[in-house]
């Protein structure tokens, strides 16, 4: 094998002290996933590493990994095999893998790529020290996959690529069985941080010049249940309200914190006293994502989704009559096994109704390990790509309509930096995370809050110019009518 009996300057003589060693992490997936980077990149800034600016000339290379689609699978493997010269060239060079695909593929993934020398799961990156220490003398890559959880990622330090925002952690795991979903077997169960605990690190995020954090969770409104079972909430003893709800107060009373944002949520955990908290607290920004998946109650049930279209209408609703100018994206997959024709048209039908601000649309990925793998009916992929493109052109123009509504009004903008296709431009975001292009006359930063009068729109963008004219009242879309 490429790396057997490697001799390099070992990881456990500069644990805790000054190195000149570098660091490159690459994240695939999700936003939980750029949570796990950026303590994974603080991990190793606590060992003295410091971040490189290319793959190549990094000393340490980590994959943090998804495995949510096969497309993930084949990404990483394909880099993988890009980083093997590197790594026989030098075998002083560290290439690390974690994340769910690790956890899923755990020892294969060292016998498909035996030049990685470690590979770790969704439980265990606060070892990354440790295992970096037995990489110095194993014969084989040092693989550790942990069943179950050991900390919170937040318990981990961080490091941040942006001043003003922050992902926070307010769960782990999953307690859903969707059939076409793997997640839950690589994050285990629902495990939920204490309120307290949030609202401290919040606070602190504030303190060192956060403005906007976003919660996360893998159902992110199912939060606390598990507290509340095992007797250990610590919520502020406010009456009829979940704990979800009773968090986002919480944090509404922390000073400094502009912006509060959530993803994501499960529909069938939603619950009207959220709705009344995205209202009520000023910090919490006027955008829901509500994955839909389908709109077929017969593909629906086979998903276990547990909600119907009328279920999910009636939310879109109170979310519009509640939440003024609430903006609502979501996430649908195309071609889930078993689905016909009819089924699709619900699809569209539902999508066109509830007339969503944006929208993710993916083609049904087969992945091992879940009940609709072995699912009959399998959708052509022919006929999965045709109704994908359908759909995307309906939710490309329900974007557009919905951001033309917004053009003449004036927002409210949280600077992010230079636009990534025009350095002449400054690139924010509305309250409803809406992307906005500003033209860049100089004197603002990343983090900064503007107004700006929205001049133009395309589907995925608006333009706009800076202006010091008062904030237009919100804009929403028109309430969807709901399923007879």
């Known amino acids: 094998m490429a790396c057997a009996g490697r001799s390099r300057p070992g ?18 997936g999700c936003q939980m996933n ?20 290319t793959i190549d000339t990094a000393d340490l290379v980590l994959f943090n990994t998804c495995a949510i689609r096969e497309n993930a699978d084949n990404k990483l493997y394909g880099q993988l095999s890009q980083l093997k010269p590197l ?5 002083s060079k560290t290439v690390v893998v974690g994340g769910c695909l690790a ?19 969704t439980h265990n990156m606060g070892r990354l020290p440790e295992l970096l220490s037995q990489a110095d003398s194993a014969e084989l890559p040092v693989v550790e996959i942990l069943e179950h959880t050991e900390m ?29 979903c793997i997640v839950p077997a690589l994050r285990g169960p629902e495990k939920s941080r204490k309120l307290g605990d949030i609202v401290s690190e919040v606070r602190s995020l504030v303190a060192d010049g956060v403005t906007e954090v976003s919660l996360l969770g893998q159902n992110v409104n199912s939060y606390g249940r598990d507290l509340v079972r095992a007797g250990l909430s610590d919520a502020t003893g406010r009456r009829n309200r979940t704990m979800f709800a009773e968090l986002l107060y919480a944090l509404g009373e922390v000073d400094g914190l502009e912006r509060l944002r959530f993803t994501s949520p499960h529909p069938k955990d939603f619950t009207s006293d959220v709705f009344a908290a ?14 839909l998946q389908s709109g077929s109650d017969r593909v629906l049930k086979a998903m276990q989704r547990s909600y119907r279209a009328r279920r999910y209408l009636d939310l879109v609703t109170e979310a519009r009559e509640t939440i003024p100018g609430v903006a609502i994206s979501t996430d649908i997959i195309v071609g889930f096994p078993g689905e016909t024709e009819e089924d699709f048209a619900q699809t569209l039908a539902v999508t066109e109704t509830a007339a969503f601000d944006s929208a993710f649309t993916f083609e049904y990925s087969k992945r091992p390990g879940t009940a609709a793998a072995d699912m009959p009916d399998q959708v052509d992929p022919a006929v999965v790509s045709e109704r994908y493109q359908r759909l995307a052109t309906l939710t490309r123009a329900l974007s557009r309509h919905a951001n033309e509504r917004q053009v003449g009004t004036v927002q409210q903008l949280l600077l992010e930096g230079p636009s990534k296709t025009d350095p002449t431009r400054l690139s924010g975001r509305t309250r409803t995370n809406r992307l906005v292009h500003v033209p860049d006359v100089g004197g ?23 202006t010091d004219a008062e904030v ?9 009518a709901r399923v007879a």
Not at 37 to 53: F, H, K, N
Not at 87 to 91: E, G
Not at 472 to 480: I, R
């Open 11 to 28: 990881h456990a003589a500069i644990l805790g002290a000054v190195t000149t060693k570098t660091y490159f992490i690459r994240t695939f």
């Open 472 to 480: 237009s009242d919100p804009v929403g879309a028109p309430a969807p």
């Open 103 to 121: 956890q899923k593929d755990q020892e294969g993934l060292a016998e498909q790529a035996p030049w990685v020398d470690v590979v770790y799961g």
């Open 152 to 180: 919170f990622p937040s318990a981990l330090p961080a490091r941040r690529d942006v001043v003003h925002h922050a992902w926070v952690s307010i769960s782990i795991g999953c307690d859903n069985t969707c059939t076409f």
């Open 34 to 53: 750029e949570h796990d980077s950026e303590r994974a990149a603080g991990v190793l800034q606590t060992m003295g590493y410091r971040p490189a600016d």
């Open 278 to 291: 995205m209202r009520d607290v000023p910090a919490v920004c006027e955008q829901l994502h509500l994955p």
């Open 87 to 91: 790594k026989l060239s030098d075998p």
């Open 444 to 466: 603002f930063e990343p983090g900064q809050l503007v107004t700006a009068r929205l001049t133009d729109a395309a589907s995925h963008y608006l333009l706009g110019e800076v």
